[in-house]
């Protein structure tokens, strides 16, 4: 039997649900993201249009804050690895972890061949009005390159991942019905959704 949500949230995780920490990290990297990709699928389709950057201008500064936090949602979900909700030791569950193993691989990748590219170019990078890296003169070729091949490309395969991770959620809400979302969405006190017959069998993550 599910354990329900705890009446008032706890700053880490329980085996039961997602404490503060984890919540903030998880919707504002997610929010970030989303910004990201809008930005990038309105860049593919209209082009370089005013309009466009007012959402994809802010690419860099926001692409080196979501460098930081996924960092830090990485250290943070180690720190709690032995409290956090499980997945299971079923097939499922093992996918589940697979999957949220790639998801944060994707993300760290993309940030991180885009600082890297960023680092290599011969123009000086000042996302908040400051140097972060200074120009290089001459460019280094290697990350310049490896960045162009690459973050453009991740990114994509981000969103193909995003897009599961929405999918699977919808598929635990409304067919197993098993309370994934509540651990990471619930609100305080919220008791578990009725699982259905055919959710019994079932495997929760």
Request: no cysteine; proline share 6%; net charge positive.
């Amino acid at each position: 039997m599910r354990s329900e949500v705890p009446a008032t949230l706890p700053l880490r995780d329980t085996p039961q649900v997602y404490g503060v920490v984890t919540r903030f990290l998880h919707w504002t990297v997610a929010g970030l993201v989303l910004w990201q990709l809008l930005g990038m699928g309105l860049r593919k389709i209209f082009g370089r249009q005013p309009f466009v950057d007012v959402v994809a201008g802010w690419h860099q500064a926001v692409g080196t804050v979501l460098f930081v936090l996924i960092v830090a949602r990485i250290a943070w979900a180690l720190s709690n690895l032995r409290n956090r909700p499980r997945h299971g030791r079923h097939f499922t569950g093992r996918a589940a972890s697979l999957g949220h193993a790639l998801l944060y691989a994707v993300m760290f990748s993309v940030a991180a061949v885009g600082l890297l590219r960023a680092y290599g170019n011969d123009r000086a990078f000042a996302p908040f009005g400051f140097t972060i890296f200074p120009a290089q003169d001459p460019p280094v070729a290697w990350m310049v390159q490896l960045g162009g091949l690459l973050h453009g490309e991740l990114g994509w395969v981000l969103a193909t991942l995003v897009l599961g991770h929405v999918v699977m959620v919808g598929v635990h809400e409304s067919m197993w019905r098993d309370g994934t979302l509540a651990r990471m969405a619930g609100r305080p006190g919220r008791p578990p959704a009725r699982r259905s017959k055919a959710a019994d069998a079932a495997p929760t993550r």
